[in-house]
């Protein structure tokens, strides 16, 4: 894989009609964040073969507001990727076989998996560290398998309305 994408979903409703976490859906913010994220994201070079999208409503809903800006991508919903820790979101990825992944998933799982890419001493690599917010988006790259994963983007609602 030489670059993984991770979003998290966009803002979601505090609760669902069901009661139940994975039914809820995107919240009126988060109906207007995701957009301008996938917008973000394809600008800054985010080119996924595949998304992997956690089979969770709010994860669905943020796809398919973004969904546009990747028309070439393969699309996989995996229940295995609702409230997925690192180790899963990584074999996940890695289990395409391909070399361009995003992911759209939740917390913790994509903030410590982002945390643990981002491990350089800059700005951007803290930021990133510091906190991956709804409808966060980043982008890894790195030149082949050895080579470490560099942070190419990160992007969150807050960062573009700045």
Sequence with gaps: MRQLILLRHAKAAANSDTGE????????????????????LA???ADPE????????RTRQTWGLIDS????????FLDKL??????????????????RVMIVAHN???HELASRLAHRNNPLEAAVRAKFPTAAGAV???AD?????RLQAYVTPKLISD
Excluded: H, K
């Design 145 to 149: 398998e050895s080579a470490a994963w």
């Design 82 to 99: 609702y409230l997925a820790d690192t180790d899963t979101l990584v074999r996940a990825a890695e289990e395409t076989g391909l070399q």
């Design 140 to 142: 890894f790259t790195r």
């Design 21 to 40: 976490d994975f039914d809820r859906a995107l919240a009126a913010r988060g109906l207007e964040d995701a957009p301008t994220i996938g917008e973000a």
């Design 108 to 110: 913790p799982g994509l």
């Design 50 to 57: 595949i998304v992997l999208v956690s089979a969770a409503r």
């Design 69 to 76: 800006w990747f028309p070439g991508a393969e699309v996989r």
């Design 43 to 45: 600008g800054a070079g």
